[in-house]
């Protein structure tokens, strides 16, 4: 097709983005990504990259998703590696999740308990085996959930590795320009409209994280996403005092390879606002000081603000949209795009080729919660 035509225009290079487009050039697509800045540039280049969905885990809707797409990431990462030559940092840390009071102890077992019984390898250590395993926590715990198949990533890394393959593949990207409109009729959209002109399209997927909501507005509906503030920073540690990712206090504690520790997050109802803040890092680091003594006085390597692409039920919009036979949402992923890339991925690939997907789970994230705006 030419520059300004393409079987599919995805708008948005962050993860998501990325790798519908490079699943769909992998079927032969002509896939054109529209990008108002760089790849990464909002939530995806912000996240932590932990890989944890049992610790996360709710007898829930997602959950089911969650876990096909854990197991599709190390696949992923070697094809990545063979497409690109790219290293992502991926790496087994297993995680804990601390109680630091009974109620949280309680709800803590409970877990251990549903999990065991659906035949997940998962355990409850009491504060003598937390302490053994990890000799920086804080004494304060009374024990923890423990998953030994947790993993971590470097987001901005695998996303970057995505777009590459993406790009190997035949996707084209375009970046520097805002999307302004999509032109339609009679329930299929025909155009994506933006500051450097009109690309015509038979499909359009919107992956626009925690922007998505506007490209409802030029639809006609509501999608319900919004910007979910989150202050996270880094100290260095050289070594790191912690071998697993430690969750705890509303926290995380994310020791990397590099010998820094991610420190995590905030969840703020701002608006677009991406200030950091004295009290969100007064918070974070009153908190690292709680979960992990000896880290009390570690020098601050980096702080930054994220953008969460957030929903009132915290879970992600995946599906058709309603009215508009050709258009794709994948958004509202919140704190877990990372983690359901892949097996978001598949959906979207999926409606975008045959109009429907199997994938298990999948029909409790389709947009039927939308509503005309």
């Known amino acids: 097709m030419s520059g300004n035509n393409a079987d599919v225009v995805i708008i948005g290079a962050g993860i998501i983005g990325c790798a519908a487009a490079r699943a769909l050039a992998a079927e032969g697509l002509d ?22 969905p049992r610790v996360h885990a709710t007898e829930g809707a997602m959950f089911p998703l969650a876990m096909a797409s854990h197991a599709r990431f190390a696949p992923l990462v070697a094809e990545l590696r063979d497409e690109t030559g790219l290293g992502v940092e991926y ?9 630091h009071d009974e109620a949280r ?6 877990k251990v308990r549903w999990l065991r019984e659906l035949g997940h390898d998962v355990a409850w250590h009491d504060q003598p085996a937390v302490l053994l395993a990890e000799r920086a926590v804080s004494p304060t715990a009374r024990g923890g959930f423990f998953d030994a198949d947790a993993f971590q990533v470097n987001p901005p890394r695998l996303t970057t590795a995505i777009a590459q393959s993406a790009a190997r593949r035949g996707a084209r990207f375009k970046f520097g320009l805002d999307v302004v409109g999509i032109s339609g009729s009679g329930g299929r959209a025909t155009a994506v409209r933006t500051t450097a002109g009109d690309f ?15 490209c409802g507005e030029w639809l006609g509906i509501n999608i319900p996403v919004f910007p979910a503030k989150g202050q996270i920073l880094t100290v260095a540690a050289v070594p790191p005092p912690l071998h697993a990712v430690v969750f705890g206090l509303d926290a995380y504690l994310l020791p990397r390879l590099d010998g820094t520790v991610v420190v995590g997050a905030t969840v703020e109802n701002t608006g677009y606002d991406k200030v950091t803040t004295a009290s969100g890092v007064a918070w974070l680091l009153n908190t690292l000081a709680a979960l992990c003594p000896d880290l009390a006085d570690a020098p601050i390597d980096r702080i930054w603000t994220g953008l969460r692409p957030g929903s009132p039920d915290d879970l992600p919009i995946i599906g058709t949209a309603p009215g508009w036979e050709n258009i ?11 983690m359901l890339t892949p097996i978001t991925t598949q959906i979207v690939a999926d409606l975008v080729l045959r109009g429907a997907t199997d994938v298990e789970g999948a029909s409790d994230v389709t947009p039927l919660r939308l509503t005309s705006a």
Do not use: F, K, M
Not at 31 to 52: F, N, P, Y
Not at 105 to 110: C, G, I, M, S, Y
């Open 105 to 110: 102890e309680e709800l803590l077992r409970d």
């Open 91 to 99: 790496a087994r840390t297993g995680v804990y999740d601390l109680a």
């Open 328 to 338: 794709t949402i994948a958004t509202g992923h919140h704190r877990n795009g990372i």
């Open 31 to 52: 896939v054109l990504v529209l990008e108002r800045s760089r790849v990464a540039a909002e939530s995806s280049g912000a996240a932590a990259g932990i890989l944890a």
């Open 200 to 214: 015509d399209a038979a499909h359009v997927v919107l992956a626009a994280g925690a922007w998505t909501a506007r």
